[in-house]
């Protein structure tokens, strides 16, 4: 995430990492980052991912030094542009950098529209963390 900052590429976290950033009691097993490239350009983030110790797994997904998995995504299922959606971005800190993350209304929103097997489970603790928080301002 340093490399695309200093590169000045935009991205995102999205997917279940944000939402855990975000408070969803669940576990994951990689790092979803939207960026704000063409897909035919995705050797770019892969070059940088690689420039800094990364091994390829796939055509759009790394394995850092540390073994996280880093999956490059272009396009978001059920959700605007990237520039639309990138202006709605929490800046929360991750990994000691302050990061944009996707809000966790556009997460359940993709998940929606893709509902993959295990969307449905990600939806309903989506749901039960915005409920909870929902409850808690209300008290305040």
Same mark, same amino acid.
């Given at each position: 995430?340093?490399?695309?900052?200093?590169?000045?590429?935009?991205?995102?976290?999205?997917?279940?990492?944000?939402?855990?950033?975000?408070?969803? *009691?669940?576990?994951?097993?990689? +790092?979803?980052?939207?960026?704000?490239? *063409?897909?035919?350009?995705?050797?770019?983030?892969?070059?940088? %991912?690689?420039?800094?110790?990364?091994?390829? +797994?796939?055509?759009?997904?790394?394995?850092?030094?540390?073994?996280?998995?880093?999956?490059?995504?272009?396009?978001?299922?059920?959700?605007?542009?990237?520039?639309?959606?990138?202006?709605?971005?929490?800046?929360?800190?991750?990994?000691?950098?302050?990061? *944009? +993350?996707? =809000?966790?209304?556009?997460?359940?929103?993709?998940?929606?529209?893709?509902?993959? *097997?295990?969307? =449905?489970?990600?939806?309903?603790?989506?749901?039960?963390?915005?409920? %909870?928080?929902?409850?808690?301002?209300?008290?305040?």
């Amino acid at each position: 995430m340093g490399a695309f900052i200093a590169e000045k590429i935009r991205f995102q976290l999205i997917g279940m990492s944000a939402a855990v950033l975000q408070g969803v *009691p669940v576990a994951t097993l990689d +790092v979803d980052l939207w960026v704000d490239l *063409p897909v035919r350009s995705y050797m770019r983030a892969a070059n940088l %991912a690689l420039a800094h110790g990364a091994i390829f +797994v796939r055509k759009t997904v790394v394995e850092l030094a540390d073994g996280t998995l880093v999956n490059f995504i272009f396009e978001v299922t059920g959700l605007k542009s990237f520039a639309t959606e990138f202006g709605k971005a929490r800046k929360l800190r991750f990994h000691g950098l302050e990061i *944009p +993350v996707m =809000p966790l209304a556009l997460i359940r929103k993709s998940k929606l529209a893709i509902m993959r *097997p295990k969307d =449905p489970a990600h939806i309903h603790y989506i749901d039960e963390t915005l409920r %909870a928080f929902k409850t808690n301002r209300r008290k305040r």
